[in-house]
């Protein structure tokens, strides 16, 4: 049987909820789901899940019964759907913690689960990014005194030995017999299993890198540029499918590198910096 506390989306967990029950009995529809958890609208779920519209409190109620959700997987549903409905990313964080306390006190652990909450701590702190840039380039055993001490600014020797646990489990490095570690994959980018509010703290904290680079280091050791552009909503998505042809590019040749000796954060940022859709004729 599927496990609610396996899912971030609630609309996936409906789906692939639906999908089961369907395997296990031909005669279950949409229909009938709904009618189980008392809609009177017969494609109210199938709308929920099509994301055409949203759960209100009541609703959740309903379709936790309906799915039969123990004491534990009815308050984590209902937190699951609060994050994913949630417009402010301090709200979308706020349930998720939420929803990592409820898995704890529901004493429910699965392989996906475990992945799933390494993957967010991973993209949750910027350094775990450093410290596994700078085993891909040097010859690194255990010595978490110099990685702390490389990652710049410098973090401490247990954060950069909890970093190295976290990277084994995931996978993204391994030891080879002369005990030096390695990089499984030269290059990584963020799944879909992975919580976009941890890829928004990720992006945080990569800005204020920046800020501090501006403040301390020379132009020579540092590359900051900016435009600001008056374009229609046509042409920013132009640039952003430019945007993802460069990032590739860019990534290829990280790839090919085979003298690299440092370490450094790229990022791309396109954001509005006036209303949108603005009315009124253009002067």
Not at 38 to 46: A, E, I, S, T, W
Not at 105 to 112: A, F
Not at 221 to 232: D, E, M, Q
């Amino acid at each position: 049987m599927i496990n609610v506390f396996e899912y971030t989306d609630f609309r996936k967990y409906l789906a692939d909820y639906y999908k089961e029950q369907k395997s296990k009995n031909p005669a279950f529809s949409y229909k009938y789901f709904a009618e189980k958890a008392g809609f009177r609208n017969k494609g109210f779920v199938h709308n929920i899940i099509n994301g055409d519209r949203n759960l209100s409190k009541d609703s959740i109620v309903k379709i936790s019964q309906a799915c039969k959700h123990t004491k534990y997987d009815a308050e984590y549903f209902e937190n699951m759907v609060a994050m994913n409905q949630a417009k402010e990313y301090k709200m979308r964080k706020y349930f998720y913690e939420r929803l990592e306390k409820i898995k704890n006190q529901g004493r429910k652990t699965s392989p996906t689960r475990l992945i799933i909450k390494d993957q967010y701590e991973f993209y949750s702190k910027w350094y775990h990014s450093a410290v596994r840039s700078l085993i891909n380039n040097y010859q690194v055993k255990d010595y978490y005194k110099w990685l702390a001490k490389n990652v710049n600014p410098s973090i401490t020797p247990t954060q950069a030995k909890r970093s190295v646990e976290l990277l084994k489990r995931l996978g993204f490095i391994k030891k080879d017999k002369d005990g030096f570690y390695a990089v499984t994959d030269k290059v990584i980018t963020t799944g879909k299993e992975v919580v976009s509010i941890a890829v928004a703290d990720f992006h945080l904290q990569t800005l204020e890198l920046a800020q501090r680079a501006i403040k301390e280091l020379p132009k020579g050791k540092r590359n900051i540029t900016g435009l600001t552009l008056g374009i229609s909503h046509k042409t920013y998505e132009a640039i952003c499918e430019k945007i993802q042809e460069f990032q590739s590019e860019i990534l290829a040749m990280a790839e090919k590198d085979e003298q690299a000796d440092r370490v450094y954060q790229f990022d791309f940022n396109l954001i509005p910096i006036s209303n949108l859709e603005i009315k009124g004729t253009r002067k």
